[in-house]
Structure formats: C-alpha cells, structure tokens
C-alpha cells in the first residue's frame, strides 16, 4: 500500500510538471506570435489595396456558394449553377447600383443641408423645456449642456458622412478594382475549391480538418445569418419609418440595416435615427422610436435566433476588442470580417491547446 501511494504522488508530479512545461511553452511562444502579428500587419498595409479585393472576392464566393450548393441540390450541375448565381447576383448589384444608390446619396446630401436647421430646432425646444422646468422652480438647466453636446454631435456626423460620401465615391470611381473582384469572385466560385485544398494540404491533417470546420462554421454562423437579419431589419425599418412620414425613411432605414451587420450596431442606429428625427420633431421622434424599438425586438427575439443559431460563441467583450481591431487594420471590411476571424482564432486556440494536453 505505502509503495502504491508513493507511485501515485511520482506520477502526480510528472502529470503537473508535464502541464507546467506546456504552459511554460505557450507563454515563451506568446512573443512570438505578437511579433509575427506585427509583421503580417505590415505586410497587410502594404498590400491593403490587394488584399481588400481578395478578402472581398472570397466573401462573396463564399455568400455566393450557398444559392449554388441549394441549386446542385436541385440537380442543377455546378458550373451551370455557378453561372446562374454569378450572372443573377450581378443583375441585382446592377439594379441596386443604378436605382438606390442615386437616391441614397440624394438623401444624404439633404440630410447634410438640412442637418443644421435640425440642431436649431433641437436646441429651441430644449430652451422652451428649461423656461417650462424655470417657471415651475425645477432645478432642471439643460441648455449649457445641450449646446455642447450639439456641437460635439454636430462635428461627429459631419465627419462621419464626409468619410461616408468620400467612401462610396472612391468605391464608385475604383472600377479597375471592382471589375477584378467580379472576376476573381467568379473564378472563386468555379475553382475555389481547389485553391483551398492546396492552401489546406500545408497544415497537419488533424489541424487541417479543424481549420476547415472552423473558418467554414464561423463565416457561415456571422455572415449567412447576419446578412439575412441585416436585410430583415433594414425592410423592415425602412417600411416603418416611411409609414410613419419620418425624414430620409430610406436613408435611415437602410442605414439600421446596414449597422445590423456589425454586433451591437443596430442598437446604435435605432439610438441615433431617434434622436436625430426628434430634433426636428419632438413627438415624431419619438412615434420613431417606439416603432423602431418594437420592430428591433421583434426581429431580435423572434426571428434572429432562428437565423444566427450558435453565432460565435464570443464573449462580448472580445467582440467589441476584435471589432476595434478591425477598424483600426483594415476600416469597413475589417469591422465586417473582425468577429468571425476572431471565434475562428478562439476555436483554434482552444483546439491546439487540447490537442497538446492529449497528445
């Protein structure tokens, strides 16, 4: 019995010098890695311009690639799938680009012009409320603090829609760029597969099978279903806000929409659209806001479990980290791809870590 306990204690220490050694190994690795960060974000930089068309491309091949396997599924062959996908998604881009794109940017510069007006009416019945609390002897003065923070806001959204209008129209006048993402997009579809499988055959077939599994179910978790909710919300917002006869309907219901794409990002632009309405409108503003809040929580407890399933498995806080990350690396796109490359990441993590413990 005394020796049998004595092999225990032994194997017990070699167990945790083992854990000891991995965790030892991992934190000298750490350096590394952030070093090696560094220097693909570098590399990222310099190339930005043609990594932005290749991240693009590979986003929507990979969009693309659901219609195509529902459409094989249907017995279609995929090269003919892939061309009737490619061809209707561009009809569709093409109408979008020609019908709503003008009349959004017609909005946007009224809304530019129309934006200083706004904030004087804001700041009258913010003057009219104090004289009502002044009579009434309430110790309510909100005039000092509401002059700063319209000219705060003021500042913010101008710069704001500057990098908005500057943004599209950089878009617009790269034709160059978006021609080659058509065409690499489209050679995606028909060839990516086997792109992929050289790039996958580098790794190790265990990590291999994970990396596949895991970049596939994050992508597919965030944007399939992030996009479909974003399109949701932004119909939906936009009926509403046009029903209800609110300013720019179209411009601040796509607008919803649009940040539906981004976590947290439609609370933010409910917030915002109310606001800014009542500062025309007092009572508009807020027939606004309650609509558009009874819409959001609508499609957020009804419809979005449905769609976004297991999503990242992200704690917030590392998705409002991986979200400023993205920002400050690569802008938009980096907002847009920042939470699927970041559960990806975290998958990967945890995977090798196991794997080290067990093997």
Known sequence: MYNLGKLHKKIYK??????????????LALPIIVINGWALLQIFQYFGRIITIVVSATLLSFLLDYLVIFLQKHKVKRPRAVILVFLVALVIILVLGVILIPLLLEQLTGFIEKFPSWLASGNQQLESFDQWADKRKLPINLTLWTNQFTENLSSQLQDITGDIISFIVNTLGRIFDILITIIITFYLMLHGDRLWDGIFNWLPNHLEIHVRKSLRQNFQNYFIG??????????????????????????????????TLIPFGTALGVTLVSLLITLEDFWLGIKVLIVIVLIEQAIENFIA????????????VWILVSLLVGAQVWGVLGLLIAVPIAGFVKNTVNYLRYYSEFN
């Open 14 to 27: 070699i167990n945790d010098k083992k854990i000891f050694n991995q965790k030892l190994s991992w934190y």
């Open 226 to 259: 992030q996009a479909t909710l974003a399109c949701l919300m932004g119909v939906a917002m936009t009926i509403g806000l046009l029903l209800l006869g609110a300013p720019f309907g179209l411009l601040f219901g796509i607008g919803i929409g649009l940040m």
């Open 305 to 316: 479990p449905r769609i976004l399933g297991g999503f990242t498995g992200l704690n917030p």
